[in-house]
Each structure stands twice: as C-alpha cells, then as structure tokens.
C-alpha cells in the first residue's frame, strides 16, 4: 500500500476530489496548511504598510490506497491541481506497512 500526500492550492481542492471520485478513490483526509518553498512568500500592503507573508495557505490531501492504484491517483492530482504557475504544490508517496479500522479490526487493504 503507498501513502499519498498532496499540497495543493485551496481553489484546486474541489477538482482534485472530483478527480479522485471518477478514479474510485473512497476516502481521503484534507487538511488546512501554511508553508513556503521556493516562494519564499510575498508581500502585502495593509493600511499603508507593508508586510511580509511569509506562509502561504494551502491545502494537504492525505489518501492510502493499493500499490495498483497509486500511480492514477499521483497522476489524476498532477493534472487536477496543475495551474503551470509557481506554488502549485508537491505530491509525496511513501510505503505504508500495515491499516488497521478500528472499528472492526480489519488489517491490510480491506481496512483502507
């Protein structure tokens, strides 16, 4: 199983689960962020001073699913979320060892 972490602008957030949904992605977990890569942040004029942002907000997209189905939900983000302007975001895949449902003590891939 692969874990995918995707962050992405806040606008974009709909067409990526919209996305997801037509590949049969079931669940995913979203969360608020602030953070900066080569951006480095910006500028901004309030009542006449200026100051720096230096986080910008952005959305974080979490979803566990099979080693078969990883590579259409990496790509189904990529082309969701791309804008082809800078800060578009980063898409994370790590090795999950093992999922565990709580409620029913279900493990593996059933549990996902």
């Keep these: 199983m692969k874990k995918i972490e995707a962050v992405i602008k806040p606008f974009k957030l709909d067409e990526v689960k919209d996305a997801l949904n037509e590949i049969g992605v079931q669940g995913m977990t979203v969360t608020e962020v602030k953070g900066f890569g080569r951006q480095k942040g910006h500028t901004e004029l309030y009542r006449g001073a200026e100051y720096v942002v230096d986080f910008i907000p952005k959305i974080k997209v979490e979803i566990v699913t099979s080693d078969t189905l990883a ?34 003590g279900e493990k593996g891939e059933t549990a996902v």
Excluded: Q
């Design 71 to 104: 590579p259409k939900v990496v790509s189904s983000i990529e082309k969701a979320a791309k804008t082809g302007k800078i800060g578009d975001g980063k898409i994370f895949v790590y090795p999950v060892e093992e999922v565990i449902r709580i409620r029913t």
